[in-house]
């Protein structure tokens, strides 16, 4: 929660991801607080769900199909940003997938290719458009979604996506500290699973789901709006003194 109410009332957040899942279910809540909401997505159909979801729960939104892989889409991106609410709050990049599981000797170069361009470049190249505007501005807030996959390194099914999401990691360390004199904060999220639509995606097998689950001390995947809740803090003005780090968010861990 904020510590000035209607904080966040009329700002601007840029969401990428935010057809499905913890972006989704962030875009809610920060319509929840009143913020204005750019829903960007590569499901363009997605993105506008979310958006028309936004504005009947009472704030505004527009939503840009984008895939973050391709720096002129990001650009394009954060100029409707700009256009539409004339400045970029906060960066919310969750875009992200593990494609499919696989164990290490048969990740091939498309599969480790895609991986990259996906959640290590689209993170970059969002922060790169999206930080020059929050300069002139003297402030702004980023958040990337890291996984908790990156302390464990994915062994037997996912270090493709591991290693991706501790170059997530390690950008958000240096742009934090790179520019934390200048009124900018950086952040990352690694989550253990969360129930979305991101297991389907990478095919996750029906054992490793239960290994996931028997994994984490709580016994259970997280709900996104518990990842999205986070977001919200991290953006707000109750959370000042923290940039650079990663928070877990995890149901007690699940790296033994
Ligand atoms: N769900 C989990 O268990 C879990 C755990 C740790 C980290 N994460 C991370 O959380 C983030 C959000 O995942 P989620 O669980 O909400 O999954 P999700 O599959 O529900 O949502 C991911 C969204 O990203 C979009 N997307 C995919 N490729 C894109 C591209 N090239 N450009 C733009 N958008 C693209 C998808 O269309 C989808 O809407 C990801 O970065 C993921 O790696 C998820």
């Given at each position: 929660m904020p510590r000035t109410p209607d904080y966040f009332q009329g700002k601007t957040i840029v969401i990428t991801g935010a057809a499905s899942g913890i972006g989704r279910a962030t875009a809610l809540i920060f319509a929840r607080e009143g913020a204005n909401v750019v829903c960007a997505d590569i499901d363009g159909t997605g993105a506008q769900d979310t958006a028309d979801a936004v504005v009947a729960a009472g704030a505004q939104a527009v939503a840009t199909t984008t895939d973050v892989s391709q720096r002129a889409a990001?650009?394009?991106?954060?100029?409707?940003?700009?256009?539409?609410?004339?400045g970029v709050d906060f960066l919310f990049n969750s875009a992200g997938a593990a494609f499919r599981r696989s164990k290490f000797l048969d990740i091939d170069d498309d599969l480790w290719k895609r991986t990259f361009d996906l959640n290590v470049n689209g993170v970059m190249y969002g922060m790169q458009a999206a930080l020059p505007h929050m300069l002139?501005?003297?402030?702004?807030?980023?958040?990337n979604m890291a996984s908790m996959s990156h302390k464990r390194g994915g062994p037997g099914a996912s270090v493709h996506y591991a290693s991706a999401k501790g170059a997530v990691l390690t950008m958000t360390l240096g742009v934090a500290r790179e520019f934390a004199a200048q009124g900018i904060r950086c952040l990352s999220i690694s989550p253990g699973p969360v129930d979305t639509a991101f297991q389907g995606t990478a095919n996750t097998t029906a054992e490793l789901m239960q290994q996931f689950r028997n994994d984490v001390p709580m016994k259970r995947f997280g709900a996104p709006e518990e990842i999205g809740e986070l977001v919200l803090f991290m953006c707000s003005?109750?959370?000042?003194?923290m940039t650079a780090d990663t928070v877990y968010v995890s149901g007690g861990g699940g790296w033994r």
């Open positions: 990001v650009e394009a991106m954060t100029d409707e940003a700009i256009a539409s609410y004339g002139a501005a003297g402030r702004g807030v980023i958040v003005d109750a959370c000042e003194f």
